[in-house]
């Protein structure tokens, strides 16, 4: 596992360099900034796993530093260091999105605490959501970010992208992790019924109510409730849930008393909500009472870093009680797997090896074993209508003109040359330095 990297902040040299050292003995990777703007163009520069900057600096002050940072990359992690120690100054930083705050002067063991608590959190969520793209890097600290609030949270992206496994991460690391985790799926209930599955119902209240039932809101009590496919609710029931997230009560079909509830609610959907309130489909005052955090997971053709490590993962879940073992797929099948576009998202790509490990005859997954659909839309060749010439080219070359050609444009801006090629922050830095590339002129050069 790659070494987190930290940013430090702080106009003080001495102060700058006693962290640095305590960050570093402790296995951090550690770059220092003695000013706001400083880090701000460091931070445009590389990607930093964690920043932990003072509150009070000459100059850009640490507030702003955090407002900047944030506008630039909602889910970064800052921590804030004061040597003030003042109630206002501290919620101030919290409410603007810092992850903690340390009071100086900072011992060893209250310093790295508070990180390794902040990092430790992304190491498990590496455990429970696979993939190692920067888009998927920014979803883990999101989530990591939000667990420990009661806001409610709305996860946009497309069908198959995983959104309740974010809502399951948001849920087990938060203090509600040993409570119920609850899911529906809005779409997938009859909307006659919708009220009674959500709020439950008192017996004789309509035909077939033989018994009391509890709804899904009183059995996620003090626990979480994800509500899937929000976007499907019909406007009556929209008002509904309004009033039982804005009230924390509900009150059963039947029923003549409310009932106090204490559930963090996290909704999903594929849909494009704005478009709905402005058609009077979706009520305003709803979206904004859900939308309160946003997280946005991108398809997987724009996070392909995360496609062989799914194909890795998913491999192994199920060869699990195989007849023989799977050792993987030939190069040929993984080449079209990478290339494919992937509409139906992890989904799909799930569906594929599943499928593929079934009609595997050999050790490895080949072309043949993969859905046709899949053969059709991912030939390697056909990506970017390039044929192999007959002397054949030296891959790791053009490999190589690529990478060049993108830091050339983006004037040498390792984070902005990974999204124009697709790639990790730390999978472009990997081949850099893999292929001795240096900005000409620089004083490593």
Not at 70 to 87: C, E, F, L, Q, Y
Not at 129 to 135: P, T
Not at 236 to 247: F, G, I, S, V, Y
Request: include cysteine; proline fraction near 4%; charge should be negative.
């Amino acid at each position: 596992m790659p070494r987190k990297s930290v940013l430090v902040v702080d106009d003080e040299k001495n102060q700058r360099e006693t962290y640095k050292i305590i960050l570093e003995d402790a296995g951090f990777d550690v770059t220092t900034a003695q000013s706001g703007e400083q880090a701000l163009r460091f931070a445009g520069e590389n990607r930093f796993d964690l920043v932990l900057t003072d509150y009070l600096m000459t100059g850009m002050d640490g507030l702003t530093l955090l407002g900047e940072l944030i506008k630039r990359d909602p889910s970064i992690i800052v921590v804030m260091m004061t040597a003030h120690g003042s109630v206002e100054s501290v919620k101030e930083a919290l409410r603007g999105g810092a992850f903690d705050y340390l009071e100086k002067p900072i011992g060893r063991d209250q310093l790295l605490k508070v990180v390794e608590t902040a990092l430790g959190g992304l190491n498990l969520l590496d455990t429970e959501i696979v993939g190692q793209s920067s888009e998927m890097d920014r979803v883990k600290r999101m989530i990591l970010k939000v667990a420990g609030s009661a806001s409610t949270v709305l996860i946009r992206g497309e069908s198959g992208v995983g959104k309740e496994l974010v809502a399951r991460a948001i849920h087990s690391a938060s203090p509600r992790a040993n409570e119920p985790f609850v899911a529906v799926n809005c779409a997938a209930i009859n909307e006659n019924l919708l009220e009674s599955e959500l709020f439950g119902h008192e017996k004789g209240s309509f035909t077939g109510a033989h018994a009391q039932k509890k709804g899904l809101f009183e059995i996620a009590d003090r626990g979480t409730i994800f509500l899937d496919e929000i976007g499907d609710l019909g406007v009556a029931m929209q008002a509904k849930l309004l009033r039982t997230l804005q009230e924390k009560e509900i009150m059963r079909v039947g029923g003549t008393r409310t009932i106090k509830i204490d559930v963090r609610a996290i909704a999903a959907t594929n849909r494009d909500l704005e478009a709905m309130v402005k058609e009077g489909r979706f009520r305003e005052d709803l979206y904004y009472r859900l939308n309160i955090i946003p997280i946005t997971i991108p398809p997987l053709r724009g996070r392909r870093d995360d496609i062989a490590p799914l194909v890795d993962y998913f491999v192994a879940k199920h060869s699990v009680g195989a007849a023989r073992p799977i050792r993987g797929l030939t190069p040929s099948a993984r080449s079209v797997i990478m290339t494919c576009a992937w509409p139906g998202n992890v989904r799909q790509l799930e569906s594929a090896i599943e499928r593929a490990l079934l009609l595997c005859e050999g050790s490895e997954i080949d072309v043949e074993d993969l859905p046709v659909e899949i053969r059709q839309q991912g030939s390697p060749a056909s990506a970017f209508n390039f044929k192999l010439p007959p002397e054949g080219i030296s891959f790791e070359e053009v490999e190589k003109s690529f990478i060049i050609q993108a830091m050339e444009q983006t004037g040498w801006n390792i984070t902005r040359a990974a999204k124009l090629l697709g790639l990790s922050f730390r999978t472009l830095q990997y081949r850099l330095e893999k292929f001795g590339l240096k900005k000409p002129g620089s004083e490593q050069a």
